[in-house]
Structure formats: C-alpha cells, structure tokens
C-alpha cells in the first residue's frame, strides 16, 4: 500500500518560510520522480517543482529563487523549502511521487497559507 504523508503546512506572514516534508512508504522511493504541487482556490493544480531520481531538479518560474527541492532517499522523504514567501503562495500543497512507467501516486495535502 502506497502512502504519501505531507507535513509543514501552516499560516506564515509574507516573507516568512516554511519547509514542508513528504514521507514516502510502499514504493522504492530512490527511482521515483517527486514532485510539489499546489492548488489555490478557483484554479487548476500546478506543478511547483519536481526532482528526479538523478537529482535533477526543475522550477516554476514564478518559485525560482524562493522554493528549493530536495530528498533523502535514505529516509525516503522529500522536501520543499518555502522561504520569501507571497500571499499569492497559498493553496494546498501536495507531493506526488511518479515512475518512469507512469505509475503516479499523491499524498493528502497540506494547507499552506501566506498572510498578514
């Protein structure tokens, strides 16, 4: 059984950071693609930023130099590092792990709201 467990979610004030964290188990996290994206209200889920396998990584414009990816295959979490952050980053935050097959598994969610 496949579980994605994201965590870090919460209220912070423009500007601020948060690091969220998905917590991977039922897969062999190290050959998948992991994945951030998000979900405002009104508006279509949108790719955040990803990173592969090799550890290559790939950005929205609208989060370069602000969100940073990264995993630790040894504890098979990856994690989004949110610093500068804009009232226009709110949404819900989900992570979502892909193999080259196609097989593509989400977590929950986690809420992450930016404001005054």
């Known amino acids: 059984q496949v579980q994605l467990v994201e965590s870090g979610g919460g209220l912070v004030q423009p500007g601020g950071c948060l690091r969220l964290?998905?917590?991977?188990?039922?897969?062999?996290?190290?050959?998948?693609?992991m994945g951030w994206y998000r979900q405002a209200p009104g508006k279509e889920r949108e790719l955040v930023t990803a990173?592969?396998?090799?550890?290559?990584?790939r950005d929205a414009d609208s989060v370069k130099g602000r969100f940073t990816i990264s995993r630790d295959n040894a504890k098979n979490t990856a994690y989004l590092q949110m610093n500068s952050l804009k009232p226009e980053d709110t949404a819900v935050y989900y992570c979502?792990?892909?193999?080259?097959?196609?097989?593509?598994?989400w977590g929950q969610g986690t809420q992450v709201t930016v404001s005054s």
């Open positions: 990173i592969t396998a090799a550890g290559n990584t």
């Open positions: 964290s998905c917590a991977a188990s039922g897969i062999i996290f190290s050959i998948y693609r």
């Open positions: 979502n792990a892909l193999h080259s097959t196609g097989a593509s598994y």
